[in-house]
């Protein structure tokens, strides 16, 4: 009976460790701001054809406490991770098949009173032989700063944080629309899986990968389902204005379920999307289940103690013939 015992505390023992490991991975506005300066707007699409240009105007606004003289330049930029966020490139540094910084012409520089903004002109001249694509660009805003915290063009000058609107264009001719779902999942606090203890807090995230020359905003629903029917449905990129996915990059939109996912099933996701000049259509779909902790707990012990019934039996067994060889 004690060897009984141990072996049943040892099922239990690894249950629990078991339990512990599926709790970690199976539930798993128009002005952009920075150091006292906001633009407007914050980004500006355009369709440019070769040999055409264009002037926009870009608002920046001062509310510090003075005088700023800010520096206007002009920098290419990526994708600098999956959320979104353009990666300035600086130092001089160009993107040779996507840059748009040679292209814009900007002032040298801006005097923006306390509490007043400006008008600054951005013209954008593409060349008469300039491939079909898209091209981007960031128009940057940087305060002029000396060591006595004074405002200065001299030769010596520090450069303290600045803000920028992004510009991108689309330029008709060999254009690659080629947009993938890269993937489709269930997740929660931003970790996917297929196994959940509860519908709290879960998520669907969607990834699209854009493999073309041009930069792609997708749209479209997701559709959550139990069995046949449709218990939730939720829009992708319908922010104004929507995201971009810009070329050779990966973006992640997530989703929250706001709840509509509750009870022991599975459930199923359903991507509806659209992309390209064409609305080139794409699908995809992924399955979960929500399987609450306590029926999970109810199976583990009921596993063990069948596998200790069992392994008693074999024991008793045992010694009901060691007994009749006496």
């Known amino acids: 009976m004690k060897r009984f015992q141990s072996i049943l505390g040892a099922i239990v023992v690894v249950c629990a460790s078991i339990m512990v490991a599926l709790s970690g991975t199976v539930s798993g506005a128009s002005l952009d701001k920075g150091n006292g300066m906001q633009v407007a707007p914050v980004r500006t699409d355009l369709i440019l054809k070769p040999g055409e240009s264009k002037t926009i105007t870009v608002l920046v606004k001062n509310v510090t406490g003075g005088k700023e003289l800010l520096r206007v330049v002009t920098n290419d930029f990526t994708a600098n991770d999956e959320s979104g966020a353009p990666g300035l490139l600086l130092n001089g540094e160009s993107d040779p098949n996507h840059g748009l910084k040679e292209y814009m012409t900007v002032p040298e520089t801006v005097t923006v009173p306390k509490g007043e903004q400006k008008e600054v002109r951005v013209t954008i001249k593409m060349p008469e032989n300039v491939a079909g694509g898209g091209y981007y660009g960031a128009v940057r805003f940087i305060p002029i ?73 997708p749209f479209g629903k997701i559709l959550v389902k139990k069995g046949d029917k449709t218990i939730g449905t939720y829009d992708v990129n319908n922010a104004t204005p929507p995201g971009n996915i810009l070329p050779d990059s990966i973006r992640r939109f997530t989703i929250d379920l706001n709840g509509k996912v509750s009870g022991f099933g599975k459930y199923t996701l359903v991507g509806n999307f659209g992309y390209g000049s064409g609305s080139q259509a794409l699908t995809a779909s992924t399955t979960f289940f929500i399987i609450p902790l306590y029926i999970i707990i109810a199976v583990v012990v009921l596993i063990a103690v069948i596998v200790g019934l069992v392994l008693y039996m074999k024991n008793y067994k045992k010694r009901i013939l060691r007994s009749a060889r006496r």
């Open 145 to 217: 700063i000396d060591a006595n915290n004074t405002n200065t063009q001299g030769d010596s000058v520090s450069l303290a944080g600045s803000v920028a609107s992004l510009v991108l264009v689309r330029v008709p001719g060999d254009i690659v629309d080629n947009l993938q779902v890269a993937s489709l999942s269930a997740a929660k606090n931003d970790n996917a899986g297929s196994f959940f203890t509860s519908g709290n807090g879960l998520q669907a995230i969607v990834r699209f990968r854009n493999a073309g020359n041009v930069q792609e905003q």
